[in-house]
């Protein structure tokens, strides 16, 4: 198992917000040249750094994948600017277009379909997109739309992405169990959407610390173990590491190759230090 889990965690790619560009020194110096670093767009008012930041990934030699969310677009003009910025500065060649979580959208599109669909993206040079899923469902989305929504929008830009021959595949929220995942993409597969994988993971965090993530992002069934924990106090500031979890779906990878579990994305929540020491440990 040991093998299976450093060559699984091989495959990473880790996660930073614009905010947290002092670190990507140390992502530098630790991950394998190369290995893909998405940055989060959590504010609008951030753009400018995410482009900053996308620029820095580059220079260190990694591979910047941008998030672009839907309701954070005011219009057409507003993607070519964005795109042709982080096409000139970071050398982009790989975005992650979703729809975002804003309640209201700032300008026309509030779907990621309708950002793929402006044809932009390849103009720009990026060949290669993700999209998001969620194992363990989107509750302001089925609440309004209903849960066939999700698969609905998956085969959509599945059908755009190879119309256009561009690379695609899902990110998905994070989550703490294995079995959710294998569930949720055996029943996509049942659907067509063949697209690979990449599982969010929770980096080594305090109890107190994930139980906070889970409740902003509306994890589902997967924390009751972690919310259980937070439960007694005294359990608050263990820290939980994810190592049932990666080798579940490292098992998964390698023995069930049809769900299409392609690789671990990773999310600093117990900081990034504590996340290379444990990556390190389990590579070794």
């Not at 830009?157 to 256009?164: G, M, P, R, T, V």
């Amino acid at each position: 198992m040991p093998a299976l889990v450093a060559a699984f965690l091989a495959r990473l790619s880790i996660e930073i917000t614009p905010k947290q560009v002092e670190r990507i020194g140390l992502l530098r110096d630790r991950l394998p040249q190369g290995t893909c670093v998405y940055v989060a767009l959590i504010d609008p008012a951030d753009i400018a750094l995410q482009i900053d930041a996308v620029a820095a990934i580059r220079a260190a030699g990694l591979e910047p994948v941008p998030h672009i969310p839907a309701r954070f677009v005011r219009d057409r003009d507003d993607l070519d600017s964005r795109l042709a910025a982080l096409a000139e500065r970071g050398q982009v060649r790989q975005a992650l277009v979703l729809g975002g979580g804003a309640p209201q959208p700032l300008g026309i599109y509030d779907a990621a379909i309708q950002l793929l669909e402006t044809g932009l993206f390849q103009a720009h040079g990026i060949r290669r997109i993700g999209m998001a899923g969620h194992p363990e469902g989107n509750p302001d989305i089925i609440k309004a739309k209903g849960e066939a929504t999700l698969i609905e929008a998956l085969q959509a830009k599945q059908s755009y992405l190879a119309a256009h021959n561009i690379d695609g595949y899902i990110a998905t929220q994070f989550l703490f169990e294995a079995g959710p995942v294998a569930y949720w993409a055996k029943g996509l597969r049942d659907a067509g959407i063949t697209l690979p994988v990449h599982v969010g993971v929770p980096g080594p965090a305090t109890i107190k610390t994930l139980v906070k993530y889970a409740a902003m992002c509306g994890v589902g069934n997967s924390a009751r173990f972690i919310r259980k924990q937070a439960l007694n106090v005294t359990k608050l500031l263990t820290v939980s590491s994810p190592d049932t979890f990666v080798e579940n779906l490292a098992k998964l990878h390698f023995e069930k190759p049809e769900l299409g579990i392609a690789a671990p994305h990773l999310y600093p929540f117990g900081g990034f230090d504590k996340l290379l020491d444990w990556v390190s440990s389990r590579s070794a």
